[in-house]
C-alpha cells in the first residue's frame, strides 16, 4: 500500500528524526529507507509524487499501514520498533497527532505481530483472566505458568495460583500496563525543567519550556528541588485508577505528552522467565540498547540498572 503525501516536510521530519536515533545511519540513506517503506521505489518518486490537499488516511487504514512502515523501517535500519514508532507519529509521517491511546493500541499490535504471537492455554505473553478469591477478575499477561504462575498486571509484575488463571475461549485485548507509561508523579528540578517518572521511580520525559524530551530508564536525574506525586497529592495509595490516573492523564495533556515513553519497551523482557522486576527488565534493555548516546547534563548513568 503506497501512502501519499500532500507535500514533503512530513517524511523530510521523519527521516531527520530517525538519524538522530543511531550515530550509523546517514539521512540519504535513511530517505531512500523511508520512501521505499511507504511505498515508492526510492526518495525521488515520492519527491515526484506529491499531491498538494491530499487527506491524511482513515484511521483503520492509518493504523494498518504504520505497522507495517514501523516494522519495515526497523528492520532495513536496524532500529527498535518503539523508537521508529515513536520517531514516525512524533514528526506526524502518517497524519495528524495521534492521540495516547491510538499510541498504545499500535504498540499492542506490533507486541502481538512481533514478540507474543498467537495466544494459547499456558503460552506466555497470552491475555488471561486471574480470578484470585475475595478480588476483583483481572486481565494479566502470563509470563511463566505452572502450579505458582507469574504474570504481568496492569500495575506490574506478580504471581497466583494455576487454578486462578483461566484462559478465555476469545483472546482477550492485549494492553500496556500502566506501571510502563502512567506518569506516578514528577520531579522539579533546579534548572526550572520538570522530569515526570513512573511508579519505579523512573524517569519517562523532561519537559523544559514547552519542549518535551523522551528519556532513557536507566538515567539517574540530578539536580531534583521537589517532588510532587499525583496519588498522595490525594490522600491515596491508588496510583493507577481513579483520581491519581485522572491527574496523571491532565498532566501529559496540559504538556502535550501523546507518545510512549521508552520505558514501554521493557514489556518484552518481562515476558523472559529470569526477569521478575522491573528493574531488572530495564537492566535488560540497557544491555541490548544503552549507551549510544551519552546522559544529558541534568543526568547520569543509573549503575545500579546499567550494570545490574
Avoid at 56 to 85: K, S, W
Avoid at 252 to 262: K, S
Wanted: glycine share 8%; charged share 25%.
Amino acid at each position: 500500500m503506497r501512502i501519499e503525501f500532500s507535500d514533503a516536510e512530513r517524511p523530510k521530519a521523519a527521516a531527520k528524526y530517525l538519524v538522530r536515533l543511531s550515530p550509523d545511519l546517514k539521512l540519504s540513506a535513511t530517505q531512500e529507507a523511508l520512501a521505499r517503506a511507504v511505498g515508492y521505489r526510492d526518495w525521488h518518486e515520492l519527491s515526484a509524487s506529491l499531491r498538494p490537499g491530499i487527506p491524511a488516511l482513515p484511521l483503520g487504514d492509518e493504523h494498518n499501514a504504520a505497522i507495517r512502515v514501523i516494522l519495515d523501517l526497523a528492520d532495513e535500519l536496524g532500529l527498535a520498533d518503539g523508537d521508529v514508532q515513536f520517531a514516525l507519529t512524533k514528526t506526524r509521517l502518517f497524519g495528524a497527532a495521534w492521540p495516547l491511546d491510538d499510541q498504545l493500541r499500535l504498540r499492542t499490535s506490533i507486541w502481538r505481530q512481533r514478540v507474543f504471537g498467537r495466544p494459547g492455554r499456558g503460552k506466555p505473553g497470552t491475555v488471561v483472566k486471574v480470578r484470585a478469591s475475595g478480588r476483583p477478575v483481572r486481565p494479566a499477561y502470563l509470563r511463566i505458568a505452572g502450579r505458582l504462575s507469574w504474570v504481568v498486571y496492569d500495575n506490574g509484575p506478580g504471581m497466583c495460583a494455576d487454578f486462578e488463571v483461566v484462559t478465555p475461549r476469545l483472546p482477550l485485548a492485549d494492553f500496556v500496563p500502566s506501571r510502563l507509561w502512567l506518569p506516578y508523579g514528577y520531579w522539579n528540578l533546579d534548572d526550572g525543567s520538570h522530569v515526570i517518572f513512573a511508579r519505579d521511580y523512573l524517569p519517562m520525559w523532561r519537559v523544559a519550556s514547552d519542549v518535551v524530551e523522551r528519556l532513557e530508564p536507566w538515567y539517574w536525574i540530578n539536580g531534583i528541588a521537589s517532588t510532587f506525586n499525583f496519588a498522595q497529592s490525594l490522600n491515596t495509595s491508588v496510583w493507577s485508577v481513579g483520581g491519581a490516573r485522572e491527574l496523571a492523564l491532565a498532566h501529559l495533556a496540559r504538556h502535550r505528552v501523546v507518545g510512549l515513553p521508552r520505558l514501554v519497551d521493557v514489556m518484552p523482557h518481562l515476558l523472559e522467565p529470569d526477569v521478575e522486576r522491573i528493574d531488572q527488565a530495564v537492566s535488560r534493555l540497557y544491555e541490548r540498547r544503552g549507551g549510544t548516546h551519552p546522559p544529558p547534563a541534568y543526568a547520569r548513568l543509573n549503575e545500579r540498572l546499567a550494570y545490574g
